[in-house]
């Protein structure tokens, strides 16, 4: 069923299948929970709401490459419907190419990755905007800024069989 998703996928949207699949089969390794028709139901929205300034290749390249990323940082599944709706809504207002879009989403989930980027005053500034909304200690807000710029406490909490979500439940 994956695989004819994704071929179906490919071939609605002018794509060669076997690189539909290989975006889908990717994705599936990085979030294993992921379902591939909620996958292309937010590339599709995401081409819809850009105005067709973004063609679906284009969300998957930047989708994929975000997940990549915050994946391989927070060891959490990453937000792929943010991602994509962000990008897309980016596009919609016309003035900014995909390139450009990706770029500034890419650059801002970089910074709050590395905690601002600004030495001990970003991360300062970023520990009392997170806990602004509920206390949590430094190990758990690098953590959480870890999980990018959509990154949720759900997302990177939520899951008690997580490594870091153990450590952080048995040491307070």
Do not use: C, W
Not at 104 to 124: K, P
Not at 135 to 160: D, E, K, W
């Amino acid at each position: 069923a994956s695989v004819r998703d994704a071929t179906g996928f490919g071939r609605a949207y002018g794509i060669d299948p076997a690189q539909s699949a290989s975006f889908f089969g990717g994705m599936k390794n990085l979030d294993t929970k992921s379902n591939n028709r909620d996958l292309a139901l937010q590339i599709a929205e995401a081409v819809n709401k850009s105005g067709g300034r973004a063609l679906a290749g284009d969300v998957m390249q930047f989708v994929q490459s975000m997940a990549a990323s915050t994946a391989r940082i927070s060891l959490s599944a990453p937000n792929t419907d943010a991602y994509s709706s962000a990008y897309g809504s980016m596009l919609s207002h016309g003035g900014m190419t995909s390139d450009t879009a990706a770029s500034i989403l890419g650059q801002a989930n970089s910074a709050v990755t590395g905690m601002g980027g600004a030495g001990e005053a970003g991360r300062n500034f970023q520990m009392g905007a997170i806990n602004k909304y509920g206390n949590l200690n430094p190990i758990a807000i690098s953590a959480l800024s870890a999980g990018g710029l959509f990154g949720t406490r759900n997302q990177v909490f939520g899951n008690a069989k997580d490594p870091l979500n153990k450590y952080l439940l048995e040491n307070g």
